[in-house]
């Protein structure tokens, strides 16, 4: 016979204990840094700062399309190869019927990025 060991809430104590302390720290640490750090918010401080270079010009300012469909691209056939990695770990317990999904779905993806191809996608200049 097979004894479950059953859990009281007592049991819990060590958790409870430790979530409070991480959270009473937390806590303390965003309320102490900010009434005993400095305020000084002077013109160039409140400076819009991105990667060392300066602000110029409108951010609204219009620009192609491409570069999110590059984006959007990229990532959806980054995520597409990793459903790959558990073929790959388990190919030779997947046997033939794991090879024929692999086959079939890399056939698919591969139609997917041909179609890519052929429709301009991935033409800068267009």
Known sequence: MICAKVYTPIDYLPIMIQSFVVLGFVVTTMIATHMLGPKRNTKQKLENFECGI?????ARSPFSVKYFVIAILFVLFDVEVIFLYPWAVNFKELGIQGFVGVV????????????????GAFDWEK
């Open 54 to 58: 300066e602000g110029m010009g409108n």
């Open 104 to 119: 079939s779905f890399s056939a698919l993806l591969l139609s997917g990025f041909g179609y890519l191809m052929l429709k």
